[in-house]
């Protein structure tokens, strides 16, 4: 409860100041950073996995970048061509995903995707030659919003993981403490007598 409550006073002022601050950090939209923190699951145990989360989301937006990149260059400026484009690249991606389980994992791949194809959409939908001038700017918005999320959660994982190993072994604790009688090895495996 205690790490949940922490957890929750943590991210929601980290949300609210990127919100507030977004012009400073030159996001021209702050919302993928809640995607980031969706990924809260992937980032690991005290936030180890942080890294593998990020390139998954930052490969699943590039992914998105392409899904505009090519009807906008090479084939007729239509729905069914991103639709199609789009089809192809998230087939791709759940293929990848799957076969690399957990080393590039599956949900990063489609947040990132799906983060680019919400921040671009509407601009593409005004006119598609804003690929050519806002296309890049959009993917390092996104990577920035992102990478922003997924480093939030795996510091935050980090230090409430802590909170609760501490209360669990604060709350097990005999008043006077004994030498332990196994070996540090045994111990981080968990065999110390439990």
Known sequence: ?????????????????VFVHHDVLRLSVAWPIILGIALWETVGARGS???????????GAAAGW?????PSEFMPVTDLSVGIVSG???????VVGLLAGDRL???????GFGAFFGVFEPLWRVSPANFRTHGLENLTVVWLGLLIGILSAAVV???TEGVRIRA???????????????SFHEMLEGGAGE
Request: charge should be positive.
């Open 49 to 59: 996995r942080g890294v593998v989360a990020g390139a998954a989301a930052v490969l």
């Open 168 to 182: 669990r072994s604060t709350a097990a604790e005999p008043a006077a403490e004994a030498p332990p009688t196994s």
């Open 66 to 70: 392409l899904a505009f990149a090519i």
């Open 88 to 94: 192809v690249l998230v087939g791709v991606l759940v």
């Open 157 to 159: 994982r980090a230090l």
């Open 1 to 17: 409860m205690r790490r949940a409550l922490l957890a929750g006073a943590l991210l929601g002022a980290i949300v609210g100041l």
């Open 105 to 111: 994992p599956l949900a990063g791949l489609l947040i």
